[in-house]
């Protein structure tokens, strides 16, 4: 009962990595999965007389990032040294932003819970910096071991206000940056792999307050689940803690998916503690106007405005739109199937739209999810999906024909109507060709006809069934039902 009594108040630091060729400061690859301490080099490393050379696609990103999310740019920003010592930071300091960050301000919008309006989760800031090294500590009996691969590897750190209240909300904002990241193309977005990681500050207050209570920070939290539980855990901590007269301490914790709880890691540090200074090898940041008019030029079409488009000019029913507009790669299959199929059928593409959405969300996306792919590695391209669709709206295949022939087609090569022709799956509609069958059929079987004549016109769907298997091909179904009841209403 405790806990209704109080709310949570959740500030949130997501780190991602920048999906940049070469280091933040040295021209050593930002790859992922090379063989331990192979990427690296002496900037990276921090070996004396050494100077770092700031990425200018690091710049261009963490500027994209900041557009996306309505944030002010900065003209002029600087690089700081953050100094504090990890045994897999080898310079002893973080090169990073502090007082002038490249982003301000902004926000991002998530969906409410349950139907619930959505909300807008305010930015303090967005900044550059560079990661530091991995301390592996289940691989060897005797210590740590140190990958430092990662060190220099290009961040940006999204941090928000303390606007969240609950951890589904959390979830829900790191995976619109996830979103968000992916559509720009800036970071993958992977959490397994760390190049997605959340910090979060949460503090708890009684409810109607409005004095923040004594925070701490939570750490090690790599998938939305474990979000969502890992902040669930600590609430409830805080909250008990609270209600028995206790006092919430400042630190930093750890989330333990295993025992499901968060537990103490160090005390948590402040501004002050890091001894942030300018870095004196590193010239300001200056984005000009030309500059960020030629960046701003580059942003897609972000999901949000997909969405009302697909909604508003496509006819799509809302969850349609929501799903395609998912990922960006899904999103502009989708454009690209509705537009070749609206040039072959000569219709509007809102016209076609919701054939091309039901055919993705029901077969499309169970291979893709199956067969654990990504929509550009689909075999089935746009122009050959929307020929199989265009078959199906001309009626020149069932919907049982037109299933089988997407099967057909994630295996071969080719044309759909050739495929399908190939194996009998085209619908004939030619009446002249279809009749005799359907003569045989009912001189075949008197006493169903004598049965259907006398009022059991349920019979129907058998005399169909048997020419449907006579008829060397695939019939078209409503031809054949028009045909015979034409035939036998003529021998009434």
Partial sequence: MAEAQYEAVIGLEVHCQLS???KAFSPEPAAYGAEPNTNVDPISLGHPGTLPVLNERVVE?????GLATHSRIARRSVFARKHYFYPDLPKGYQISQFETPICEGGFIEIEGEDGAPGRKIRLTRIHMEEDAGKSIHDQDPY????????????????????DIRTPGEAARYVQRIRQIVRYLGICDGNMEQGSLRCDANVSVRRSGE?????????KNMNSFRHIERALAYEIRRQIDLVARGGTVTQETRLWDADRM??????????AHDYRYFPDPDLVPVVVTEAWLDAIRATLPEMPEARRRR???ALGLPPYDAALLTEERGLADYFEATVANLAERTGRAASEVAKAVSNVIMTDVLRVLKDEGLDVDAFPVTPDRLAALIHLRLDDRLGSSAATELFEVMLRVDGPPETLARERNLLQVSDAGALAPIVDEVLARHPKQLAQYLGGKEGLI?????QVMRAFPGSPDPRLVRKLLIERIEKMR
């Fill in 61 to 65: 990103y963490a500027v994209r990032m």
């Fill in 310 to 312: 697909y909604v508003e």
């Fill in 210 to 218: 409005t004095a923040l209570g004594t925070k701490t920070e939570v």
């Fill in 461 to 465: 769907g058998f005399f169909i069934g």
């Fill in 143 to 162: 210590g740590t071991l140190l990958d430092n691969n990662r060190c220099g590897v290009p961040l940006i750190e999204i941090v928000s206000e303390p």
């Fill in 20 to 22: 940049t060729a070469t």
């Fill in 261 to 270: 709880e968060t537990r103490p890691m160090r005390s948590k540090e402040e």
